[in-house]
């Protein structure tokens, strides 16, 4: 919601690469729940970012 409020698009925000990776989380071992959901989380943050700065140009 904060994404499309700064100014991303729905279409940008749906057709991130992390999509992927939130899609195989399911599969990731108990132990590595952890890191794997940090990891993730940086991505989209990221992702989300650039979607924003790409959408304001």
């Known amino acids: 919601v904060e994404a499309l409020n700064n100014g991303g698009s729905i279409e940008a925000i749906s057709t991130l690469e992390v999509r992927e990776q939130i899609g195989r989380f399911k599969y990731v071992k108990e132990a590595d ?19 924003i700065v790409m959408e304001e140009m």
Do not use: N, P
């Open 33 to 51: 729940v952890d890191r794997e959901f940090d990891k993730i989380m940086k991505q989209l943050h990221q992702q989300m970012q650039e979607t």
